[in-house]
């Protein structure tokens, strides 16, 4: 046999991709002879690289259209990139910074040919990374949200939406980046808790030498910026001071004292500082006032000049320098430890800086609710359920949606003003210039100038799910879709991570029906997030993640997929072991070496033992079981359990029991009829864990049999549940335990496996396992198996209530056996006790459903009958 010893990963992958990728397995295309079954990628970001969470989700995506494949279905996996407005510009200004180039030295146009040549060079590497994990994404339809069709849908629906009043441009505190130096929406902020410092702040009253106002705050470097300070109109504390104006130290400003119940009268010292351009409840409390704006702040987080002092310092470092200088002045009465929740950027992880901008914005509260109510009804479903309750709350209390991005790559902003300010929402200028011209007859076209604002890189991945079958269909209302949209959309799951439900998949589902008045997909699985052993998450800054390519190098792409499978059920989190990718390389090493002992055997035209026909009834029971398990884990997208049960049947029954049970002696034949059958069994499996393990059973596959070059397992029907014989079940697993306790005995009696034992059994159990005697006797080895009415002597076990005993004919250590059986007697009497309390308790067997009173029932007369063998057992020791 050609077949190699050991099975090599690396030769067996690169062979078989490049098999699929040649024969267009991959590939779907609309046929209405068959059921579609589609799943969009999540867009990876284009400077992204294969990362464990990347490995999750796609093996998950992978093993769902595979399966769908062999259905018979349809099967389309759309792959395609992000164009990731913020760290692709964040990646082309670093290379820039590296060639001695500044950003503000280019025109935008400079700055995104650069931009576009580092997208050439690295945005195609996440896809081919995900190629050697074995992805089947019909790679002929990959999308990019930059593509020029996508472009111009994303400006399509920017113009469509401003239209119908949903888009409107306006002054407002926005969430500000100042490491991107852009405006993010509510959901890219990451709120932490840090450990800070509260400064306890003295303002002297106007016209007063010795009195003052205290005030606590965890920014003093916004001090410059305040425009009043507020009490509490029912604080008798500071009643006196209605009317009065503070002095800002350092700068020597005079404020307004202001009263509103907005003041918290026990937090701080019950008196605020009112900065209204640099924290959004104090804007709402200024405008509420009518107070100035003061905004000293510039877009990279830098003093400018209005803050009179420390001009150009970084805030994080002004504020030590501002809390020093209020020291010396004698205007710090003290500084405590504080815990505050602070906002981080999701993209740079800066400190965000709420800020008042003039921002694009797009109004949420009724665009949502078919979404909304969809996701509550079940007709999208979210798996696990748990995060429809958290879905709920968000889109029941969703803020208007901040689109605009102060970048150059991305979508631009399709506004255009006019040198008076007037603007217009147009696709083009000249659209721009028809609609402006009509109130402006004199208004010259050269003078109309684009937004320079591109926008949130959300508002192209949201139109994902259609946008990669069809763009044409923002464009005109009344088109209905290609056939590609039709036939593939909407898609059927979703597999994504729960951290960007709403950063994605809520504004997918919101798209999908003010476009297509239709959910875009029926089911959104949502992974956990991978951890490490410590629980941490993965991440480059920690060292803690793994290099998913030398995970692959040094396991096998197969051996990766179920090492990640093994412990992700859906929703939580993942705590990644190597060891589970090493069980994962055990069990394609267990795989090829059963073939290789079934493929070893020497085949003859023999009579069929009738203990290889009982193996065969038993297999194929044990086989239609599992398939029926196995089936309903994947309706019920429980992925880790449906490679589990998988697992078990192939390593556990196939393997452990059933090649044991037909094996032929060493050096002799195997009948024709139950080699034929093994081999047809060995075909179900490998179709049945040829999601999971792609590479593996593709190459056994082709080694089993001969075949044609597109007769492969890619392609071979899903294997089909049939009737079982739920007896012979039963029979098996208690000759299986039978077995076990024989061989257990011979382990402790230090009985060599060679040597043939005898086996006396009291015939009232005897009939519970006839048909699996001649197996009995084979896998134990023994001699003669005979029937009893009476104890016997020897060493005795006892399973489901049968006695049975091994005569061993002086070679048992007296001593050590009267251990063991009190030991053992010991034990039962515990559980008898415990499962007595349960039987005695009222509440419980008029509450629990019957089956469970019954087996509780059934432990209490098997506990029974062993502890009676047992102390029989030690009577025959005397």
């Known amino acids: 046999m050609s077949l190699s010893t050991k099975y090599n990963p690396t030769e067996v992958e690169e062979k078989w991709y490049k098999h699929w990728m040649t024969n267009g397995f991959f590939h779907a295309e609309p046929n209405p002879e068959k059921e579609p ?234 008196c605020l500082k009112v900065t209204p351009a640099h924290d959004l409840n104090d804007y709402e409390l200024g405008k509420k006032h009518n107070l100035e704006v003061i905004d000293i702040l510039n877009e990279d987080g830098t003093l400018n000049n209005k803050a009179q002092i420390l001009i150009g310092e970084d805030r994080f470092i002004a504020r030590k320098k501002i809390a020093k200088l209020l020291e010396e002045g004698n205007h710090l009465s003290k500084v405590e430890d504080y815990k505050s929740n602070v906002g981080f950027s999701e993209r740079t992880d800066a400190v965000i800086e709420p800020r008042l901008s003039l921002q694009w914005f797009l ?155 239709e959910k875009p997909f029926k089911n959104v699985y949502l992974t956990g997030i991978v951890r490490d052993k410590q629980g941490r998450k993965m991440s480059k800054s920690l060292g803690n993640s793994p290099d998913p390519l030398d995970l692959i190098s040094n396991f096998g792409a197969d051996a990766v997929r179920t090492g990640m499978l093994f412990s992700s059920p859906a929703g939580n989190d993942l705590l990644y072991d190597e060891k589970l990718v090493e069980q994962g390389r055990n069990f394609t090493n267990k795989i090829w070496n059963a073939f290789r002992l079934v493929k070893g055997w020497q085949v003859e035209n023999l009579q069929q033992p009738s203990e290889n026909q009982v ?130 005995t011979r382990n402790g009696k230090n009985i060599s496996p060679k040597e043939k034992l005898k086996l006396i059994v009291k015939q009232e159990g005897a009939s519970t396992i006839k048909r699996f005697w001649s197996i009995i006797t084979k896998l134990s080895n023994l001699s003669e198996v005979t029937f009893t009415e009476k104890t016997e002597e020897g060493s005795g076990f006892i399973v489901r209530s049968t006695e049975f005993f091994i005569p061993l004919n002086g070679q048992i250590d007296v001593v050590k056996e009267r251990e063991s059986i009190l030991k053992e007697l010991d034990y039962q009497k515990g559980f008898l006790n415990s499962v007595t309390r349960k039987l005695e308790n009222e509440k419980f067997v008029n509450s629990a459903p019957s089956q469970v009173v019954e087996a509780e029932r059934k432990k209490q007369a098997d506990a029974e009958s062993k502890i009676k063998a047992l102390e029989e057992s030690l009577k025959r020791l005397k």
């Open 615 to 744: 193996a065969i009834e038993w297999f194929t029971s044990k086989l239609n079981y599992s398939l029926q398990e196995l089936n309903d884990h994947f309706n019920k997208f429980r992925m880790s359990d449906a490679l589990l049960t998988v697992y078990k049947l192939i390593w556990d029954d196939f393997c452990s029991w059933y090649l044991e049970m037909i094996k032929p002696e060493f050096g002799k034949p195997i009948d024709h009829k139950t080699y034929e059958q093994t081999v047809s069994f060995f075909e179900t499996l490998l179709k049945a864990l040829h999601p999971f393990m792609p590479f593996i059973t593709e190459e056994l596959w082709h080694e089993l049999k001969k075949r044609k070059n597109k007769d492969c397992i890619i392609v071979a029907s899903w294997p089909s549940a049939s009737i079982m014989d739920a007896g012979i079940l039963e029979e098996g697993a208690f000759a299986f335990e039978v077995i076990t306790e024989i061989r257990n």
């Open 363 to 517: 109004k949420m509260d009724t665009i949502t609710k078919p979404a909304l109510d969809h996701v509550m009804n079940d007709d999208v479903q979210l798996i696990p359920p748990k995060f429809k309750n958290t879905y709920h709350h968000w889109m029941a209390n969703v803020r208007d949606w901040c689109i605009s991005r102060q970048l150059w790559w991305g979508h631009r902003i399709p506004a255009w003003y006019a040198p008076d300010g007037t603007f217009a929402v147009a696709k083009t200028r000249e659209e721009a210039y028809e609609k402006l011209s009509a109130k402006n007859p004199t208004l010259n076209e050269e003078a109309l100038k684009q937004d320079e604002d591109v926008l949130d890189t959300w508002f192209s991945s949201w139109l994902w799910p259609i946008a990669v079958f069809d763009t044409s269909v923002f464009k005109d209302p009344t088109n209905k879709g290609n056939k590609d949209l039709n036939y593939f959309y909407p898609t059927n799951d979703l597999v994504t991570a729960p951290e960007i439900l709403f950063f994605w998949v809520a504004r997918m589902i919101i798209a999908g029906y003010e476009y297509r008045q």
């Open 37 to 270: 079954f589609t799943i969009v990628i999540p867009p990876p970001n284009v400077t992204g690289v294969l990362h464990m969470g990347h490995m999750l989700n796609n093996t998950i995506q992978d093993v769902l259209i595979r399966k769908a494949r062999m259905e018979g279905k349809e099967a389309c996996w759309v792959p395609g990139t992000d164009h990731a407005s913020i760290a692709t510009e964040a990646k082309v200004v670093a290379m820039l910074r590296e060639k001695g180039i500044k950003k503000s030295d280019l025109t935008r146009n400079e700055f995104l040919k650069y931009a576009w040549e580092w997208k050439e060079k690295y945005g195609g590497i996440i896809l081919e990374q995900l190629k050697k994990l074995g992805a089947s994404c019909d790679w002929d339809r990959t999308t990019f949200t930059m593509d020029p069709a996508y472009y111009e849908a994303v400006i399509d629906v920017f113009v469509d939406l401003h239209r119908k009043g949903y888009i409107y441009r306006g002054m407002r505190m926005v969430n500000w980046d100042p490491a991107g130096k852009t405006a993010l929406s509510d959901d890219e902020v990451i709120y932490k808790d840090v450990q800070s410092k509260l400064y306890y702040i003295q303002y002297a009253i106007e016209g007063s030498k010795d009195e003052f106002v205290t005030i606590a705050t965890v920014r003093p470097e916004t001090i410059m910026a305040d425009t009043a300070i507020c009490i509490n109109p029912n604080d008798e504390r500071y009643k006196h001071l209605k009317g009065k104006k503070a002095i800002i130290p350092l700068i020597d400003r005079a404020i307004p004292v202001i009263e509103d119940d907005y003041v918290t009268m026990d937090f701080g010292t019950g």
